[in-house]
Each structure stands twice: as structure tokens, then as C-alpha cells.
């Protein structure tokens, strides 16, 4: 079932994800070669506690730490270590936060100094296809218009959609339904209503995109050890059409 959100339960889930956006980008300009992921990960948390709000992952269903962190092969839910990062690297760093009854959920995904030319057209493309996902998120459409719009645009870069992790609703749970797949046929599922908030989250594999998860019950990494880029927005969509609400700003910012 689909909760719809009012105007006032999206502003609260726009102040989860404003301060998902912030902390995200506070991270951001840490990434660089000898920083450790562990290390960001207890910033992460400092953040949040700062801001009153709570880690949204640390808990969940068991997940051990306040932030993903995705290395390279890893595709997401890695756990973040000791061991410390180096140039070419590509770290993805997935973080939510839980404040005044909602969460808030983004994902971004950064070079370590200089990486190659693949990883940089990887990162280009996924992040395109969450936006071109977004542009879909308006009423009338369906579901799988979002899914269709990110698939074709990653297939296009050479890349393939990682099949076994979907974007979902979120409000007063991390994961509602629906169930938003990062690939389909269009005009396939529920019809988008004004009051829907969605978090897209397109993993895009440089190989093939087959996952396996570690020993560790969490992280996923590439069947074939390709890179694999993700980037996430949490959406409202309105009649006006979707309103990013995991942007700083409050608007809709392609920059990172
Ligand atoms: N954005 C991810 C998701 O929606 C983060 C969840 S990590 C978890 O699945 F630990 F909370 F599961
Ligand atoms: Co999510």
C-alpha cells in the first residue's frame, strides 16, 4: 500500500533530507586518498546527532554502522573499515537520518582523487539516469516510466542496472512501498499521484549487473568485479511535478 503524504508531512520529510543533502556534501569534501570510510562514517554520525536526528541505517535491520560505504566492485551496504582509501578509487556513501517522525535517504557517489576514464563516465551516466528518473516522477505517469527512463539511459553509456536492489517510498519507514525498479518496460505500474515521496536509486554496474552479496550478510559487490556507481534522491512528486527533497538547497541540484 502507498501512504500519501500532505503538503506538512513533506515539508518534515524535506527536513530529513535537507539534512541528509548537508551532511552528504560536509563528506564529500573529506573523500580524498589515506582518509579511512570508518572514519566518515563516525563524522556521519556526529552530524546527525548534531542536528538532534538519529542515524536512519545504524539498527536497521540489524545494519551495524550510520553510513554505507561502497567501494569500487562494492555496489551498495558496504561496511565502512579501517582500511584507508586510495587514489582511483570510487567510493559511494549512502546516508539517512530519522528527525521529527521521517526519514530522509540519499546517496551519492565520488571519485578519490584522480580516477579513470570508465569510472568518471560510470559516475556521469548513473547520476544522469537518477535525474532522468526523477523528470518521470509526475502525475499521470507510472511507476515503471521512472524505471524505463533510468535503464535506457544507462544501457545508451555501454553500462547495465543493477536488477536484485529497487528504490522504494519512504516517509515514516525507510522502505514503503512501491518498490521503484532501476529498470522496465514503460507505462507498467501504479500510476504517480501527487503526494507520493519515492527514493530512485539507480546502481549502475561497468560490467555485467549481476550482484553477490559478501559473508558479511550486507555487502554487495559485482558478480564480474566491475566498478558500480550510486547515486539516490528522495522525490516528492506534486502537481507540479517532482520536487527533490534531498537537495540542500531545497532544489534540485545536478553539481553532485
Ligand atoms: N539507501 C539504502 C536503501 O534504501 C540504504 C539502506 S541501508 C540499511 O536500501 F542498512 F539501512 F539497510
Ligand atoms: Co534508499
Redesign the pocket.
Known amino acids: 500500500m502507498v501512504i500519501l503524504k500532505s503538503p506538512s508531512e513533506i515539508e518534515k520529510i524535506r527536513q530529513s533530507n535537507v539534512m541528509v543533502a548537508e551532511i552528504l556534501e560536509i563528506l564529500r569534501q573529506k573523500v580524498e586518498p589515506g582518509i579511512d570510510t570508518l572514519t566518515l562514517d563516525k563524522i556521519s554520525e556526529k552530524l546527525a546527532l548534531a542536528r538532534n536526528a538519529k542515524p536512519?541505517?545504524k539498527g536497521?535491520?540489524g545494519?551495524p554502522y550510520s553510513l554505507?560505504t561502497s567501494v569500487n566492485q562494492q555496489v551498495?551496504?558496504g561496511f565502512p573499515s579501517r582500511r584507508p582509501l586510495k587514489e582511483g578509487d570510487i567510493l559511494s556513501m549512502?546516508f539517512?537520518i530519522f528527525y521529527n517522525d521521517y526519514y530522509g535517504?540519499a546517496?551519492i557517489t565520488v571519485p578519490v582523487g584522480k580516477v579513470s576514464d570508465v569510472a568518471l563516465r560510470l559516475m556521469k551516466a548513473t547520476k544522469e539516469a537518477l535525474f532522468l528518473g526523477i523528470e518521470q516522477a509526475i502525475p499521470g505517469k507510472r511507476l515503471s516510466d521512472i524505471s524505463h527512463a533510468i535503464q535506457s539511459h544507462a544501457e545508451a553509456a555501454g553500462f547495465s542496472v543493477v536488477r536484485k536492489?529497487v528504490g522504494?517510498g519512504i516517509g515514516k519507514a525507510?522502505?514503503e512501498d512501491p518498490q521503484i525498479p532501476n529498470y522496465g518496460k514503460p507505462g507498467m505500474g501504479i500510476r504517480l499521484k501527487p503526494g507520493m515521496v519515492l527514493?530512485i536509486?539507480p546502481m549502475v554496474n561497468a560490467g555485467s549487473y549481476e550482484v553477490k552479496t559478501l559473508e558479511d550478510g550486507w555487502t554487495a559487490v559485482t558478480e564480474d568485479g566491475s566498478l558500480s556507481a550510486h547515486f539516490?534522491h528522495t522525490v516528492a512528486i506534486t502537481a507540479d511535478g517532482p520536487v527533490i527533497l534531498s537537495a540542500a538547497t531545497g532544489k534540485a541540484s545536478k553539481k553532485n
Do not use: N, P
Open positions: 536512519g541505517f536497521y535491520r545494519y554505507c551498495v551496504h549512502d539517512g535517504d546517496a536492489f522504494h525507510l522502505h527514493a536509486e539516490e
